[in-house]
C-alpha cells in the first residue's frame, strides 16, 4: 500500500510491506532552514480499526548538544531526539495490525525545539 500527503512547505509517503512501513519525507528548500529532523508518533489499531496503543517512535542518533555521551543501545523519543533523515522505517510492524503515524518537521537550535506542522500518514 502507497500513500502521501503534503502542504506549502513539506510531503511525506507511506509505502507499507508486510514487515515494515517505509516514510519518505521532501521538503521544500525554504523550509529546511533549522530543520533538526522529524519527530514520529504512531497509533496502533487490530484489524477492525479499535485502537490498541500510541507512542512516540524512538531511534538511536541523539543530539550531542542535549546528550553528550550517549550509551550504546539506548533508544530515544523523536521527539526529544528527532530523526534526522528524509527516510525513516518501522520494522515492528505486524501484518494483522493498521497503523496510523503523525509526522512532524522539528525546526529551531537546540535545546529549544518547535514542532510545526504535522502530518498524518495511515
Known sequence: M???TFNQHFSVH?????????????????ATANLLGFAFFRKKF?????????????????????????????RYPTN????????????AVSQDRKYEYHVFPVTARLPNRNFRNRWLSR
Open 2 to 4: 502507497r500513500t502521501g
Open 14 to 30: 507511506a509505502i507499507a510491506g508486510t514487515h515494515v512501513i517505509t516514510l519518505a519525507m521532501d521538503a521544500r528548500e525554504e
Open 46 to 74: 487490530d484489524k477492525k480499526g479499535k485502537f490498541l496503543e500510541e507512542a512516540w517512535m524512538e531511534g538511536y542518533k541523539p543530539f550531542e548538544a542535549v546528550m553528550p555521551d550517549p550509551q550504546p543501545g539506548v
Open 80 to 91: 526529544l531526539h528527532p530523526i534526522q533523515s528524509f527516510v525513516w522505517a518501522d520494522f
